[in-house]
Nanobody, 127 residues
Framework: EAQLAESGGGVVQAGGSLRLSCVVS?????????IGWFRQAPGKEREGVSE????????DYADSVRGRFTISSDHAKNTVYLQMNSLKPEETAVYYC???????????????????WGQGTQVTVSS
């Protein structure tokens, strides 16, 4: 069974950067999976941030992070990264990675399509 473990969260000032990591076990990136990043701020619903398909490396981003966040994968390390630049205080949230089987990115980053979830890592952006 797939297991995901996030790391890299922390406290950063507004305008700063963080890189989150999601280490995946139970399957390899040679298989067809889609790995996504989601976040949930206090009192808000969880929202999709970005995703990557291991099949061809295709990616997708939420409009709110496009141009500031970059998702990437290292097949040798079975790890997906989320580089977050120009962070804003409103992006304070618990960030989760999740996985689902597939060759194409999930339409509109629908979390219902993702079957396996990590425990999350806290990102706090101070103003």
């Amino acid at each position: 069974e797939a297991q995901l473990a996030e790391s890299g969260g922390g406290v950063v000032q507004a305008g700063g950067s963080l890189r989150l990591s999601c280490v995946v076990s139970g399957f390899t990136f040679d298989e067809n999976w889609v790995i996504g990043w989601f976040r949930q701020a206090p009192g808000k619903e969880r929202e999709g941030v970005s995703e990557i398909a291991t099949y061809d490396g295709s990616t997708d981003y939420a409009d709110s992070v496009r141009g500031r966040f970059t998702i990437s994968s290292d097949h040798a390390k079975n790890t997906v990264y989320l580089q977050m630049n120009s962070l804003k205080p409103e992006e304070t949230a618990v960030y989760y990675c999740a996985a689902t089987i597939g060759t194409n990115v999930v339409v509109e980053l629908s979390e219902q399509e993702f079957n396996y979830w990590g425990q999350g890592t806290q990102v706090t952006v101070s103003s």
